[in-house]
């Protein structure tokens, strides 16, 4: 079965740094795309950018470039999100998702990390 | 960058038919046959239930089905059940940055 398995539940002041993660099985992890998808409060969905595990390639919306880095260790089959320091504009729910080379479409989603940024 | 556009809401009694549209341009629900359709349930991760702008995955119900017109992709259910109520949202490819784009969701009500 392919899976992705998301980092737990975070909590941080602003400022602080963060990394979640997202673990790859059932398939190919260096050869496929992983995204990330963020959904604020209420709010639809936001496409972040994406990585490939294999030669750590990355594709950032401009709406994300420098706020956030891509990353992944491919040795583990996992995948990373991280902020150097975070605002409290960040809090949302973060997804993972699979996107096939040369394909246009996520498949399987990740289950979320909810991410609070909070005084 | 603007999402694409998506009603708000729908709504249908079990049995019928509804129809979700998503409009973008020509450079990207236009010019290319790479939309799809994802299902999420409230507090859940979102479902891939159409892609490329017609093709069902393998074990989405073929009660889903897309399809597009111009500018304009549309995801159709049909038989509706309670099971259906969720948002829905559609999302493309785009020939410029950024490379992927989101409708902002519909929200389907079954009465």
């Known amino acids: 079965e392919v899976q992705l398995v998301q980092s737990g539940a975070e909590v941080k002041k602003p400022g602080e740094s963060l990394k979640i993660s997202c673990k790859g099985s059932?398939?190919?992890?260096?050869?496929?795309?992983i995204a990330w998808v963020r959904q604020m409060p209420g709010k639809g969905l936001e496409w972040m950018g994406f990585?490939?595990?294999?030669?750590?390639?990355?594709r950032y919306s401009p709406s994300f470039q420098g706020q956030v880095t891509l990353s992944a260790d491919k040795s583990i089959s996992t995948a990373y999100l991280q902020w150097s320091s975070l605002k409290a504009s960040d809090t949302a729910m973060y997804y993972c998702?699979?996107?096939?080379?040369?394909?246009?479409?996520?498949?399987?989603w990740g289950q979320g990390t909810l991410v609070t940024v909070s005084s | 960058q603007s999402a694409l556009t998506q009603p708000a809401s729908v709504s249908g009694s079990p049995g019928q038919s509804i129809t979700i549209s998503c409009t973008g341009t020509?450079?990207?629900?236009?010019?290319?046959?790479?939309v799809s359709w994802y299902q999420q349930h409230p507090g859940k991760a979102p479902k891939l239930m159409i892609y490329?702008?017609?093709n069902r995955p393998s074990g989405v119900s073929n009660r889903f089905s897309g399809s597009k017109s111009g500018n304009t992709a549309s995801l159709t259910i049909s038989g509706l059940q309670a099971e259906d109520e969720a948002d829905y949202y559609c999302?493309?490819?785009?020939?410029?940055?950024?490379?992927?784009?989101f409708g902002g969701g519909t929200k389907l009500t079954v009465l």
């Open positions: 998702a699979r996107k096939l080379d040369s394909r246009n479409w996520f498949d399987p």
């Open positions: 999302s493309s490819y785009r020939s410029s940055s950024p490379q992927v784009i």
């Open positions: 020509s450079s990207d629900v236009g010019g290319y046959n790479y």
């Open positions: 990585i490939y595990p294999g030669d750590s390639d990355t």
């Open positions: 059932g398939y190919s992890f260096t050869s496929n795309w």
């Open positions: 490329d702008v017609s």
